[in-house]
T-cell receptor, first 114, second 114 residues
């Protein structure tokens, strides 16, 4: 079982609130990712990091931001949540060169914005 | 355009029966293909990886095949169990850039009935 943890698992908040989704891994993986998953749809990459102080935007336009100050920690922040941000957010990590290695996923954070 | 198409979208079978899930892709140049299992409310977990030179690989009751010429893969589940109820996601990696990228299918939702 992978050692990657996400909190909170579920969050219901009002429009305009600032939220941070936490993600931590204890495997020492350099590479970490945030994906957005909606029912019946493919996972979409919103942010990734290949190491400390390295972050990049993914394929899906997102109003969120991320930081990577420590190898094990990769939080995602929404400054002002909107109903369109309602979704499942999955954090993942991998080792090896590039993103084509096995992804280890957390259990997800399900966000509902009212 | 690089794509990954999975079929069927959903499938219901009786416990003990076999089933086969399909994945067709247009990703090029191809690096590898993974099948992930995602239980409800959990993150995906890798079942198997197929590289260009591999035709068949088994992981317990799961057997994956790859035909790199026709760009098709299948996941065969033998003697299904209730715990096999999950979404099965096909993920294809390319090697078109230094780091490569991942392409996700939308998954097949499998339900196993007693």
């Amino acid at each position: 079982e992978a050692d990657i943890y996400q909190t909170p698992r579920y969050l219901v908040i009002g429009t305009g609130k600032k939220i941070t989704l936490e993600c931590s891994q204890t495997m020492g993986h350099d590479k970490m990712y945030w994906y957005q998953q909606d029912p019946g749809m493919e996972l979409h990459l919103i942010h990734y990091s290949y190491g400390v102080n390295s972050t990049e935007k993914g394929d899906l336009s997102s109003e969120s931001t991320v930081s990577r100050i420590r190898t094990e920690h990769f939080p995602l922040t929404l400054e002002s949540a909107r109903p369109s941000h309602t979704s499942q957010y999955l954090c993942a990590s991998s080792m090896g060169q590039g993103p084509t290695g096995e992804l280890f996923f957390g259990e997800g954070s399900r966000l509902t914005v009212l | 355009k690089n794509q990954v198409e999975q079929s069927p979208q959903s499938l219901i079978i009786l416990e003990g029966k076999n089933c086969t899930l399909q994945c067709n892709y247009t990703v090029s140049p191809f690096s590898n293909l993974r099948w992930y299992k995602q239980d409800t409310g959990r993150g995906p977990v890798s079942l198997t990886i197929m590289t260009f030179s591999e035709n068949t690989k088994s992981n317990g009751r799961y057997t994956a095949t790859l035909d790199a010429d026709t760009k098709q893969s299948s996941l065969h589940i033998t003697a299904s169990q209730l715990s096999d109820s999950a979404s099965y996601i096909c993920v294809v990696s390319d090697r078109g850039s230094t780091l490569g990228r991942l392409y996700f299918g939308r998954g097949t939702q499998l339900t196993v009935w007693p």
